[in-house]
């Protein structure tokens, strides 16, 4: 087919004995965790709060993040995420683990945390504070089959060496096949789909030359300098 441009090119991570995981795109969860529920918005029957980041968020492992322009306050939490391989909607969560996770993966949400508070306070949507460049890094995914199924251990974020963020998988209010299942509801998922599943305490602030290490039991840790 002839476009009218060429296409950008395709965002992908990489995925242990496999070829490349195109990225489709990108679902976040807030307040997934007892710790981290006060920040969360308000809404009924306690459904997951959900917002989403184009895949071209996504920023590869060992890789410079820039701090983001427009911003007075940057922000970082540690992530499980999910890579989906099957999509669909009304999904049975019964069936989620086997049939459509294709592994998983150390994240992070970068927020523009001043954004975020002035934004939240009006009721606006987040996506100046959720959406920009490099806010979404992630290292490469550790399929099922390698891993088995992700819904324990210990998650942890380290900047300059000092523990900012620590707590275990277990916690988690909504696990992955409910959080699946939710969506699923909401948008007919898709393969290539990532789900960062929420963190365990409240959101570091990070600056200008900081290191950070974020780590989850059995998967590969995510090493990261902000530029």
Known sequence: ???????????????????????????????????TTSAAVDTPNSEPV?????????????SLVYYPTNTRELKATVQLVVALHKGGSDIDPERVDYDYVFGYAVGLDLTRGDLHTALGAKGLPWA??????????????????????????KIELKVNGEVRQCGDLTNMLCKVPELVAYLSTLFELRPGDLIYTGSPE??????????????????????????
């Open 1 to 35: 087919m002839n476009y009218a441009f060429a296409p950008n090119p395709v965002v992908s991570l990489l995925a242990m004995s496999s070829n490349p995981y195109p990225v489709n795109q990108i679902y976040g969860v807030e307040g997934n965790f007892p710790a």
């Open 50 to 62: 959900i917002f989403m980041k184009p895949a071209s968020c996504i920023a590869q492992n060992s």
């Open 128 to 153: 100046k504070a959720k959406g920009f460049d490099q806010s979404a890094p992630c290292t490469s995914i550790t399929p099922e089959f390698y891993s088995g199924v992700v819904d324990k251990g």
């Open 202 to 227: 409240a959101a570091v602030t990070l600056n200008k030359g900081d290191a950070i290490e974020a780590t989850i039991a059995g998967l590969e840790p995510l090493i990261l300098t902000i530029a």
